[in-house]
C-alpha cells in the first residue's frame, strides 16, 4: 500500500511536473507513487475542481506544486513574472491540509511569490539546475519514509494507543512463557465490522483465544506459538470518515474508501515505526495486510 503523492502545475509546466514524476518514481516507487493532474484520476468530468481538489488534499500523503513562468504581474509600478493563481490556490490547500513537511512548492526562479511565503523553504529552479533542485525536492520526500502524518482522523494516535495497551503487553506477557513465538497484526481492507471479520478469519483459520487474562489474541489450531489479532480500533476510524463523509447515495462510496485506506497505511505504517523503534521484538511481531 504505497503513500500517493499529488503533483499540480499549469498546462505549461506540466513537463517540469512529469519530469518531477519520473524520478520520484524511479527513486522512491518502492513505497510512494505519483499522480499529476494530467493523470485522469483527481479530476471527475462530474464534479468541480474545488470539490475534486478538496477530496485530493485529504486522501494523497504528499503534495507538490509546480510554479512556472506563465503570467507577467503588474504590482507597484514593476512588471514580474507570476505562477497561475490556481497553482497558487492548490498550494494553499495542500499547505493547509498536510503541513510544511509534506507539501513541497516548486517555483521557477524569475517569478514573483507572495510575502507570505517569507520563510517558508521554496525550491527555486532554471532550466540548468531543475535535475539538482528536483533531487532536493526527491531528498526531503525520503527523509519522511518513517514518519506519518496526523490528519483529522487520528490514525497514527489509534496506532500509539493500540500498541501500548495491547502489543507491548501480550508480546511482554508471551516473551516471559517462551521466546520463540509470533504475532500477527492483521489489518482488513474492509473496517466496517470489524467483528464480522475477526468472525471470518476465524473461520478460514481455526484458531483459539489465549486464556489468562487480557490482552488476548488468537492462537493458530495448526501453528502453535502463532498468535493473530485484527485491531477492533480500526472501527473508530471507519466511524469517523463516515461521520466526515455522509453518504448520499447507496453503495460504495468512492471517497471514503480511498480516505478509509490512507488511514490504514497511516495505522500500519505508525505501527511498523513503533515496533522497529523499540527493537527487542522485532522478530516477534508482524503487519499483514488482509
Not at 507570505?116 to 532536493?136: F, P
Not at 476465524?202 to 489468562?212: I, K, L, R, V
Amino acid at each position: 500500500m504505497k503513500r500517493k503523492i499529488f503533483i499540480g502545475s499549469s498546462n505549461e509546466g506540466h513537463s517540469v511536473a512529469e519530469q518531477i514524476k519520473n524520478e520520484i518514481n524511479n527513486q522512491l516507487g518502492v513505497w510512494v507513487e505519483c499522480e499529476t493532474w494530467k493523470d485522469g484520476k483527481v479530476f471527475s468530468q462530474n464534479k468541480n475542481t474545488l470539490d475534486c481538489l478538496v477530496r485530493a488534499s485529504r486522501r494523497f500523503d504528499y503534495g507538490i506544486l509546480v510554479a512556472s513562468k506563465d503570467d507577467i504581474l503588474w504590482k507597484r509600478l514593476r512588471l514580474s513574472y507570476s505562477m497561475r493563481d490556481n497553482v497558487l490556490f492548490e498550494m494553499g490547500m495542500f499547505l493547509g491540509s498536510l503541513g510544511l513537511q509534506r507539501a513541497f512548492l516548486i517555483t521557477s526562479d524569475s517569478i514573483s511569490l507572495p510575502s507570505d511565503y517569507s520563510g517558508v523553504t521554496v525550491v527555486k529552479y532554471n532550466q540548468k539546475n531543475l535535475a539538482i533542485k528536483i533531487e532536493s525536492v526527491v531528498g526531503e520526500i525520503a527523509k519522511t519514509k518513517g514518519s506519518f502524518n496526523l490528519k483529522p482522523v487520528p490514525s497514527a494516535a489509534l496506532a500509539f494507543g493500540y500498541y501500548e495497551s495491547f502489543v507491548q503487553p501480550f508480546v511482554k506477557k508471551q516473551y516471559a512463557l517462551k521466546a520463540n513465538f509470533l504475532l500477527k497484526i492483521l489489518l482488513p481492507a474492509n473496517v466496517s465490522d470489524i467483528e464480522a471479520q475477526k468472525t471470518c478469519y476465524n473461520t478460514e483459520h481455526p484458531s483459539t483465544e489465549t486464556s489468562g487474562g487480557r490482552p488476548s489474541a488468537f492462537e493458530y489450531h495448526d501453528e502453535k506459538g502463532c498468535f493473530w489479532d485484527i485491531p477492533t480500533t480500526l472501527n473508530t476510524i471507519y466511524h469517523l470518515i463516515d461521520y466526515m463523509v455522509p453518504s448520499t447515495e447507496l453503495g460504495i462510496n468512492v471517497e471514503k474508501e480511498e480516505w478509509v485506506q490512507h488511514e490504514l497505511r497511516n495505522f500500519g505504517g505508525t505501527l511498523e515505526m513503533l515496533i522497529h523503534k523499540q527493537g527487542a521484538y522485532l522478530k516477534n511481531i508482524k503487519i499483514e495486510f488482509i
